[in-house]
């Protein structure tokens, strides 16, 4: 007699059955021809397969009860990684712009330390950039 599986409760459920009949046919030959005996035994082993059965139907829907919280954990599994990508490719799209963002705030600072370096290094040449030449002026009065 091989075990059922715990994921085939139809199966088990026809199993136990053959075994319930098996079992009640088995207890009838042992009781044949006893009178009042037999009817009793008859009786008992039926309620006894009777209350079998109930607790078999109790396993089997317990069972598919486990199938369907196994089937719904899969399902939940499934869209709670999608949903991990998901954020994690969002997370990475912002981590590389971050980057980007502070090398261009890099160049801009270097840019600015090298424009205020060349104003500090010759203030001469703007003051020189802002007035006219002497001689000009000169010129302009000679004339």
């Known amino acids: 007699m091989h075990e059922p599986s715990l994921l085939q409760p139809e199966s088990l459920l026809v199993t ?15 009781s044949q021809g006893k009178g009042s005996n037999h009817k009793k035994r008859k ?6 397969i009777t209350e079998e059965d109930s607790k078999l139907d109790e396993v089997v829907g ?13 399902r939940q599994s499934s869209w709670w990684c999608v949903a ?6 969002q997370i990475d799209a912002l981590i590389k712009e971050n980057q980007e963002i502070r090398a261009e705030l890099k160049t801009l600072k ?11 290094g010759s203030p001469t040449s703007a003051r020189a950039s802002n007035t006219l030449p002497v001689y000009i002026k000169i010129e302009g009065i000679d004339s």
């Open 110 to 120: 270097k840019q600015d330390a090298e424009a205020t370096k060349a104003c500090i």
């Open 43 to 48: 009786m008992e082993s039926t309620a006894q």
């Open 16 to 30: 136990w059955r053959l075994n319930s009949q098996q079992r009640q046919a088995m207890l009838e030959d042992l």
């Open 62 to 74: 317990l069972q598919k009860q486990i199938c369907d919280l196994g089937t719904e954990l899969t």
């Open 84 to 89: 991990h990508k998901d954020l994690q490719s």
